[in-house]
């Protein structure tokens, strides 16, 4: 039988300030962010730069996207965070302009040394590049970079950088075929 590792005294490895200011937004997401009506994007946009993220211009980040912590989140311009997104910014969170996270999504910059005992945080920073899409219901890991352009398909779960102008899918996310833009 493996031993027992008590955790129930084991430090968070976020600063107190980090804590604080997770609190802060907590009370802010709830009571003026999540209530406000789907069109208001200026009004949550104002609200997220409140706290320290960079957003750009037309950016639609919708009322019911959790954000851990918007300081290290970064939307470029006419980006979308669409309904139920889940951004788990613990590390830098990038996505890029014209850039489309959609519905259910989880963006995860971190996780677990499970090789430890203790089992220490890891963040790594996820980036997705311009023009890319993240469709529906789709997991990207820490550390993971979507190129300029590519297509992650519905309930895909991804680990690995995906190239610029790819189509991926499944799980783990596999390459598909090269985007091929049609006018």
Known sequence: MAARVDVSNVPSPHPLRN???????GLVWACLY?????????????????????????ACPHPSVRIWAPWNLKMG???CLAAHADCYCVDRVTIG?????SQY?????????????DMPL???PITIGEGAWIAADVFVGPGVTIGEGAVVGARSSVFAD?????????????FLKKRALRS
């Open 19 to 25: 804590r604080l200011g997770r609190v802060m937004w």
């Open 34 to 58: 999540r209530p406000s009506p789907k069109v208001l994007h200026g009004w949550r946009r104002f609200l997220l730069r409140l706290f320290g993220a960079e957003i750009g211009r037309g």
């Open 77 to 79: 311009d006419h980006s």
């Open 97 to 101: 302009a014209h850039a489309t996270v």
């Open 105 to 117: 999504s989880y963006l995860c910059a971190a996780t677990h040394d499970f090789e430890k005992r």
């Open 122 to 124: 890891v963040t790594a």
């Open 162 to 174: 995906v190239e610029p102008w790819t189509v991926v899918g499944g799980t783990p996310a596999r």
